[in-house]
């Protein structure tokens, strides 16, 4: 059963100049859902993204947030939006805390108990009470996050969450963001150019050339051995023994030697019958590995080598 859309997108369009920047967008974005946002370099991302938010007005079409127009009910439709564009915007002379507690003011409903609570999420415990200008700019991107969640929106837009993360920061930010979509049913819209962290976030990306949609897919599917024939390394002993095997129990298999073992191009469903052959032949099978596109291979493919933002 699908989930009802938090977000949608229906034929978003920006024009400047006589330029079309953003062609006529359209897709739906479930509760409880982290949503990647791909595009090569000039793609027009950003741009939809700022008008998701308002801050640029559409030239056609409409977004929609929990069935609320952006354009014709701005307000009712942002209670329901946190957002990061671009950058956070803090104020650098007063503490972490002293910040959040300025913007909860602006929203009715925050109690201390929630500051309290996205600062233990966001890891900032040990440095929220010192000053902003004091923090570095993987700190400030923790707090900015803190910031769009303080009144527990059902769609977090984040645009380039990572920059200036460290490794583990990145991975405390991945693993929050997927227990906020799967705990708290937060619809999650992330842009970033990591097409690795990408794969391991999202269950669906979005990818647009042009201005226009190219396609939307669930990850799983995009990095999942495709069907036919596979490339398959395995390492084996001994290795004439086993190129022999394959040879007699697939004649038509292309068969590559490899340090240890060897790779072979067969069907997907035949991986199973070609490890039982070699087990019967004696042969010592330490691994077995099918090759699959990473999430980078399928982009790349999608957008013929369009460079990312």
Known sequence: ??????????????????????????????????????????AGKTTTIRMMVGLMSMSEGEVLVNGISVNKQFEQAMKHVGAIVENPELYKFLSGYQNLVHFARMIPGVTRERIDE????????????????????????????????????????????????????????????????????????????LLSEMEL??????????GKLVDVRQVRDMVAPSEGAVEVTFVAEPAELAAKVVAEAMPDALLAA????????????????????????????????????TLEDQFLEMTRGGQIV
Do not use: W
């Open 201 to 210: 976030m999202c269950d669906r990306v979005a990818v647009i050339q042009n």
């Open 118 to 193: 996205v600062v233990s999420l966001v890891k900032l415990e040990n440095r929220i009470d010192d000053k902003v200008k004091t923090y570095s700019l993987g700190m400030r991107q923790r707090l900015g996050v803190a910031q769009a969640i303080l009144h527990k929106p059902d769609v977090l837009i984040l645009d380039e969450p990572t920059n200036g993360l460290d490794p583990e920061g990145i991975r405390e930010l991945r693993d929050y963001l997927r227990r906020l979509s799967k705990e708290e049913g937060t619809a999650v819209i992330v842009s970033s150019h």
């Open 258 to 293: 490899q340090p240890g073992g060897f790779t072979v191009s067969v069907a997907y469903e035949d991986i199973p019958g070609l490890v039982r052959a070699l087990a019967l032949a004696d042969v010592r099978v330490y691994g077995v590995k099918a090759a699959s596109k």
């Open 1 to 42: 059963m699908l989930q009802q859309p938090v977000v949608q997108l229906r034929n978003v369009t920006k024009r400047i100049g006589g330029k079309t920047l953003v062609d006529r967008l359209t897709f739906d974005v479930p509760k409880g859902e982290v949503f990647g946002f791909l595009g090569p370099n000039g």
